[in-house]
């Protein structure tokens, strides 16, 4: 199994910053992509950003400008650098992995979410 363990959330004024990471553990055989999705009260999760393992970035339109995602291969880690956040910004970040356990397929892994809250 594959396990992800996100930090970095937290509340911020408008304009500020956060930096979210996220690390995979477990018994992990390959990744292909790591990345970041957001869940707002009372709507679909969505895509924030995505990176491959050969570092091919994808960024939703809301955010390309302001957030940057980059990935340390060597420690399975993801992170997500968020500037000039905005209240719309305010969500559960999920990270995500696209991947392969030992012994296993490849799948979605999910991590539990942390709060980013952007006050105006």
């Known amino acids: 199994q594959v396990q992800l363990v996100e930090s970095g959330g937290g509340l911020v004024q408008a304009g500020g910053s956060l930096r979210l990471s996220c690390t995979a553990s477990?018994?992990?055989?390959?990744?292909?992509?790591m990345g970041w999705y957001r869940q707002a009260p009372g709507k679909q999760r969505e895509l924030v950003a995505t990176i491959t393992s050969g570092g091919s970035t994808n960024y939703a339109d809301s955010v390309t400008g302001r957030f940057t995602i980059s990935r340390d291969g060597a420690k399975n880690t993801v992170n997500l650098q968020m500037n000039s956040l905005k209240p719309e910004d305010t969500a559960v970040y999920y990270c995500?992995?696209?991947?392969?356990?030992?012994?296993?397929?490849?799948?979605?892994?999910w991590g539990q979410g942390t709060q980013v809250t952007v006050s105006s």
């Open positions: 995500y992995v696209y991947g392969r356990a030992s012994f296993s397929g490849q799948r979605d892994y």
């Open positions: 477990g018994s992990i055989f390959s990744i292909n992509v």
